[in-house]
């Protein structure tokens, strides 16, 4: 007899961030934007069925007729009616209505101006695939600030932790670093050794199920998942670009990103996509990354004083996927590569990549820090009310030249050391593990 599986509970922040727009009564209607199959559907399922009693969901893109709803008037009440005749029962203003794949119907998207600056507040929520992509090319004006835009990102290490079942070990990360007092080694080994699965498997909630099913041995984790992902996303490039040379130019600078991080320097090269390639070649599939949320970006800064973001430079700039699982199946990455003894070339672009993914859940921008040779900051943060250098390695290695020239020369409250090592600190370093770096983004007081 064949083992019943038990069913895999995927734990998602961004829920809270959908209570507070109900529970908050913000008018305008609400937006989630991110990739295919981050799980945008399956958050809004679960939102609606717990808060309210009357929902109409509908998918656009499986249900085309739906979309003469929006022909003509746009007034709410008349899309209500049109809504109504189409699913054959009443909807009113008290019914929360769910549109999903969005992108498809332009007229539904303009449409959520009128329900906005309606008198009644009507409950709204929309999401689609490559919604990004889609609001930049609409033809008619975008509903700006009518709009409540969510982005949601991939599963995060707290959230991988919470479907493995770790609670307890998610709390003794959490006092650990309130303390600063090292974690006992078999439970530091074990939430690194954890951390490195996190590195293969990613943050999609199918590879995460996956892995979660599979007993949480790495060595049997069902890895055509991210190749599968990466068809779909390739899929959805020609649906939603002009022409087949875009597609592939979007699809060069995206393989690109595993050899362009594991350059010596690995600031984005137009002609590491191409030979002789330039900005103007490669601007807009670089763009369409971004908007589509596949790709990260993150631009180095000029000096690093606040506000950050008046010294960026945009035109220097690195990139990363969405996700480090996906990274890692590019990169052919076998479990064993990750190990903190083992040495290869994209060992440190993958534990940078999950450094940014998990930041960028948290952060509009991120920047890194590149004066000279002699110092190369990984990335550089607002907290704690200081700019604080943040220092990436990917084994237990102490010695860093560029982390002690820039506190010598620019004398931080706090620098941060991100590594395979326990938790610490000596002089103004403070050590903070791999697995613990959700603690650095949630809480802004400094332990």
């Not at 530091?188 to 999609?204: I, P, S, T």
């Not at 990169?331 to 940014?356: F, H, S, T, W």
């Amino acid at each position: 007899m064949k083992p019943v599986k038990e069913r895999i509970v995927l734990y998602r922040k961004i829920l809270r961030t959908l209570e507070r727009w109900e529970d908050q009564s913000i008018p305008e209607p609400l937006m989630l934007i991110g990739v295919r199959q981050v799980g945008k559907t399956w958050i809004i399922r679960k939102f609606v069925e717990e808060r309210y009693t009357d929902v109409f969901y509908v998918n656009l893109e499986e249900q085309p007729s739906f979309q003469s709803a929006f022909e003509g008037d746009l007034s709410p009440a008349i899309i209500l009616r049109n809504l109504s005749i189409l699913a054959e029962r009443k909807l009113t203003a008290k019914t929360t209505i769910v549109l999903d794949e969005v992108q498809v119907c332009e007229r539904a998207v303009t449409a959520l101006k009128y329900f906005c600056e309606a008198k009644e507040n009507y409950r709204v929520i929309v999401a689609g695939s490559l919604l990004g992509v889609r609001i930049n090319r609409f033809s008619s004006s975008f509903p700006v600030g009518k709009v409540h835009i969510v982005r949601m990102y991939p599963m995060d290490f707290e959230e991988f932790l919470l479907a493995c079942g770790e609670d307890l070990l998610l709390d003794s990360i959490r006092q650990s670093f309130h303390s600063v007092v090292p974690l006992p080694a078999a439970i530091h080994e074990k939430a690194l050794r954890l951390c490195y699965d996190y590195m293969l498997v990613g943050g999609m909630p199918r590879a995460v199920s996956n892995y979660v099913e599979h007993g949480k041995d790495i060595s049997v984790f069902t890895r055509d998942i991210h190749q599968n992902l990466l068809l779909s996303y390739i899929a959805d490039m020609t649906k939603y670009v002009s022409s087949p040379y875009e597609t592939e130019k979007i699809k060069e600078v995206y393989y690109s990103i595993p050899r362009q991080l594991a350059k010596e320097n690995p600031k984005f090269k137009y002609n590491i996509v191409r030979a002789n390639a330039n900005k103007r070649d490669f601007h807009a599939p670089i763009d369409w990354l971004k908007s589509a949320g596949m790709i990260l970006q993150v631009n180095a800064l000029e000096c690093p004083l606040s506000p950050l973001k008046g010294y960026e430079k945009d035109n220097i700039y690195k990139l990363y996927l969405s996700d480090v699982g996906l990274l890692s199946a590019l990169c052919g990455i076998r479990p064993r590569d990750l190990l903190p003894e083992q040495a290869n070339i994209y060992k440190g672009p993958m534990v940078e990549n999950y450094v940014m993914q998990e930041f960028a859940a948290h952060r509009e921008r991120l920047y890194y820090f590149k004066p000279s040779e002699a110092m190369e900051i990984d990335l550089i943060d607002d907290l704690w009310d200081d700019i604080i250098p943040i220092e990436v390695k990917s084994g237990r290695h102490k010695r860093s030249r560029s982390l002690q020239n820039y506190i010598e020369q620019y004398h931080p409250r706090q620098a941060v050391r991100i590594s395979a090592l326990n938790i610490g600190r000596s002089e103004q370093i403070f050590s903070v593990p791999l697995y613990m770096l959700f603690c650095l983004t949630e809480f802004p007081v400094s332990p």
